[in-house]
């Protein structure tokens, strides 16, 4: 499937009905969603792989993966996120697994399966400070590779962070586009810059 495709598919993709701006509730736009699971496909990373998204909101990236031919598992804590991402991932006929657990708790460790590649979009620490860490913490006990969307100048923080158990192999500059959606928000539309990190075990 081609890039152009896949996104288009992607914007059928509903988001959030009543987003949170504690948990950092944005929709991944689905330019953005589309170029970081075409570019994990094209590096053998997603057709034929399990793939596993953590934090999958209403399911952008998990339905990608599963487009281009994953066996996809997605994990998330809101029932509400997981119930729209179900809706979903049936409207594109998508069979994806949905996990209900937060993945700071001790028992997400066992119900979260080993994959070959984790996918995510994990929150940039607006609200609540360092609230990837337990994102690339978990991805590492999990795959050997991770894609994953995260503020542009995180590289060197997310390498000192997971220094001896994982390095960044390739980067890529993108833009995450988020429209008006709460009370502080004093533009119809901001465009934050970003990165699609690619991390590798070590």
């Known amino acids: 499937m081609k890039l152009r495709q896949l996104e ?3 914007q059928r993709v509903s988001g959030f009905d009543n987003p949170c ?10 330019p953005l969603a589309a170029r970081l699971i075409h570019m994990a496909m094209l590096a053998g990373d997603i057709t034929d792989r399990t793939v ?9 990236l998990a339905i990608g993966a599963a487009l281009l031919g994953a066996e996809v598992v997605a994990v998330e804590d809101d029932m509400e ?4 991402a179900e809706a979903n991932a049936s409207d594109l006929g998508c069979s994806i697994r949905f996990i209900r657990t937060d993945i700071t708790d001790e028992e ?12 995510m979009n994990p929150p940039f620490g607006a609200q609540t400070e360092h609230a990837d860490r337990p994102f690339l913490d978990m991805a590492l006990m999990k ?10 100048g995180s590289g060197p923080f997310i390498t000192e962070y997971i220094k001896g158990r994982g390095e960044i192999t390739a980067s890529v500059l993108a833009g995450l586009t988020i429209p008006r959606t709460f009370w502080f928000h004093t533009r119809d539309r901001h465009e934050i810059p970003v990165e699609i990190h690619v991390i590798r075990r070590t």
């Open 143 to 152: 795959t050997d590779v991770i894609y994953g969307i995260f503020n542009a």
């Open 8 to 10: 288009m598919l992607l």
């Open 52 to 60: 596993v998204d953590l934090g999958c909101g209403t399911g952008i």
């Open 81 to 84: 996120a997981i119930r729209i």
């Open 21 to 30: 701006a504690e948990r950092e509730q944005y929709q991944t736009p689905a």
């Open 108 to 119: 997400a460790i066992t119900l979260i399966p080993e994959c070959d590649t984790v996918i």
